[in-house]
């Protein structure tokens, strides 16, 4: 996941891509609402596809996290 970059002095240390001022939630939040990859690639021709399934991935990865019951 070396396209997922995390900067305290950028997006306040919410992880983007590439460095770039695209936050993670900002790709999920178009996904999630229907935009389609390629409108989102038209819309942000400095992303590319391998950064979306990035942020797809990292996302996933976010989500697969243990619970722990208090007794």
């Not at 919410?14 to 999920?28: E, H």
């Not at 409108?39 to 950064?51: H, M, S």
């Amino acid at each position: 996941m070396d396209r997922i970059t995390f900067n305290p002095e950028q997006c306040g240390g919410r992880p983007c891509i590439r460095g770039l001022r695209v936050r993670v939630k900002d790709v999920l939040d178009l996904l999630a609402s229907g935009v389609r990859e390629a409108e989102i690639l038209e819309d942000y021709p400095y992303l590319e596809a391998a950064d979306i399934r990035a942020c797809l991935a990292y996302a996933a990865a976010e989500a697969d996290h243990p619970v722990l019951l208090a007794r």
